[in-house]
């Protein structure tokens, strides 16, 4: 089985349909999707339409929970809470109540747990940042794999069978039966690591292996959608920036 699972493509529609038309082309089973459809971007109905018809696997982000309410915003960026206010006033009935029906967390689907922030505590959006960080959250899922978003930052963190915790090199790489995994598949509308090109992950169950691909997409096009609706300059140019 090949799984394509996406994160953090937060209202950009461009980044979402150059991503959509390559797990087509890379003949994918399932899709998953690891929260932050919203925020920051010029296309939420766009992007929860596209999303609804593309997979029913999905978890909430702390930008779609933040624009129903369901969290707190105070801690925030004013860019941040300028785009949720934003998207709140323009989001579509019917896609108050999806936000409304996301899960926080997916704990078991096939050997994978599925988590928009970090197994501990979900609720809190905490950060995996450090190695620390991931051994403690390796003991709050089951799973041999969890996929999480949150940091726009694609990164993979191995336990192995010796409790070493180290991060994996390498675009494509082996899951191994007697390691556990911590896999960040980075952002598909905002990518933070100095890359502009989306991220999304591909993990095939059968070759027992998965790999981050990155690819470009027309930065160019939402930028200008974004200028249109005067969101705030400093989210439109750091899309260029990868940052
Ligand atoms: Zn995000």
């Given at each position: 089985m090949r799984y394509a699972i996406l994160s953090?493509?937060?209202?950009n529609l461009e980044a979402f349909d150059a991503a959509e038309k390559d797990l087509q082309k890379e003949g994918v089973d399932k899709v998953f999707f690891l929260g932050d459809?919203?925020?920051?971007?010029?296309n939420p109905n766009e992007c929860i339409e596209r999303l609804r018809g593309l997979t029913d696997i999905v978890v909430a982000g702390n930008h779609d929970y933040a624009v129903i309410g369901y969290t707190d915003i105070t801690y925030f960026n004013k860019y941040a809470m300028a785009v949720i206010e934003w998207t709140e006033k323009r989001l579509k009935e019917e896609y108050i109540e999806y936000l409304k029906k996301?899960?926080?967390?997916?704990?078991?689907i096939e050997n994978m747990t599925l988590v928009h922030s970090t197994p501990y505590k979900p609720q809190e959006w905490n950060y995996i940042t450090t190695l620390f960080d991931a051994l403690e959250n390796?003991?709050?899922?089951?799973?041999?794999l969890c996929f999480i978003g949150h940091s726009h930052q694609p990164v993979v963190i191995v336990l192995d069978a010796d409790s070493r915790c180290y991060v994996e090199r390498g675009e494509t790489f082996k899951i191994r039966k007697d390691a556990r995994y911590i896999i960040n598949?980075?952002?598909?509308?905002?990518?933070?690591?100095?890359?502009a090109d989306l991220s999304y992950a591909i993990y095939d169950s059968d070759e027992s292996s998965a790999r981050i691909k990155r690819l470009s997409y027309d930065i160019k096009k939402v930028q200008a959608k974004m200028r249109d609706e005067r969101l705030p300059a400093y989210l439109i140019h750091r899309l260029e920036e990868g940052l």
């Open positions: 953090d493509i937060h209202s459809i919203v925020g920051y971007g010029p996301m899960p926080l967390i997916i704990p078991e390796f003991n709050f899922f089951k799973q041999q598949v980075g952002s598909v509308g905002q990518p933070r690591d100095g890359n």
